[in-house]
């Protein structure tokens, strides 16, 4: 593991390893908006994307393919703007274009990370929001 910007870089790629720890039918998950900022809760099942223009989600440091969710919970980082994923009790796991992790119940998925992507120009008014969720295994 390195240390990057205050965060642990995700261990894994697209095609890790990282799936063993949970069992194939666990691949959907609800996602709750950590802010009321015009997002809503949603649920995303193993094939699905995730990105801007898609529920409530209008920071447009956040691509329109940000994720893609597969087997087992894992989450697979698509644009070059890193995704954050915040464990209860653990170290936070930077996830780069191409890397994946496996989310766990409890976690804090964030769309932004700030120090890779500030909020400038049309992204000013969303300063401070990281488009965080909180992750429920379903």
Known sequence: RTQVAGAVEAVGTAAGTMQASLPSSLSKVRLTPKLADGRVPLELQ???????????IADPRVSRHALELRESAIVVALHVNPLL???????????KKGESVQLRAG????????????????????????????????
């Open 46 to 56: 193993a094939g699905m994307t995730l990105g801007r223009q898609q529920y409530g």
């Open 107 to 138: 976690d804090e998925l964030c769309l932004v990370v700030e120090s890779d992507a500030p909020a400038l120009g049309a992204a000013a008014g969303w300063a401070g929001n990281s488009c965080a969720f909180d992750v429920h295994i379903i």
């Open 85 to 95: 994923v915040i464990r209860l009790g653990g170290e936070p796991a930077l996830v």
